[in-house]
């Protein structure tokens, strides 16, 4: 995709759903801080846009033989169906349940409804709203494998971090990481700007209120 059409995508996800935050302080679920943040909830909160974006993801694989999308999540599950409605093979939707398994892994399980439409050879396109570590969509590719189905490649929206590679082909309608910072060293936090409470892993947060102690574990 050109540049300049990227640079309208990220345009119209900032003016269109209000998901992109900028110049502010925030808290991600990471427990870092940065200036930036993405809500993933409000990405698909328009319809007609949101199969807009599908469209363009399932444009990109349109020469790859589709038996299956499978996504991850409630906004990966909206956005999945817009490509699976757009895509020429007409594949199934299939989701996966997410869960944490040994070690802290993310782990998916696909419900058993859904054994039969995953089998020997068959043809699986993962598909993903926000990627920022990519342990998702990895897991998705273990459970596709360990049932004898290939991945022909993995479409997301917004990719949060350059650094990551699949085996499979990846694109992402956006590609845009950003600075994250830990407390100790934050600059925002250096300068006293107060936290964003309503957005992030703050949500709901009451900065006045003491908190329960977190499990160093969790
Ligand atoms: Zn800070």
Redesign the pocket.
Known sequence: MEADVLERMNRGIILRTGAYLTND?FVISSGR?AREYVEKRLVTTEPGFTEGLGDIIADRFADSPVDVVLTSGIGATILGHCVAKAHPSRPKLLYAVKGEGKEGRTEVVLPREFFRFIYRGCSTLIVEDIVTTGSTIRALIRLVEERGGHVVGVGSLWNRNRAIRFQQPFFALVTKDFPT?V?EE?P??KKGIP?NTEVGVMVGASPRRSRPPRRASS
């Open positions: 302080h801080h910072y407390r934050c925002l936090c936290l």
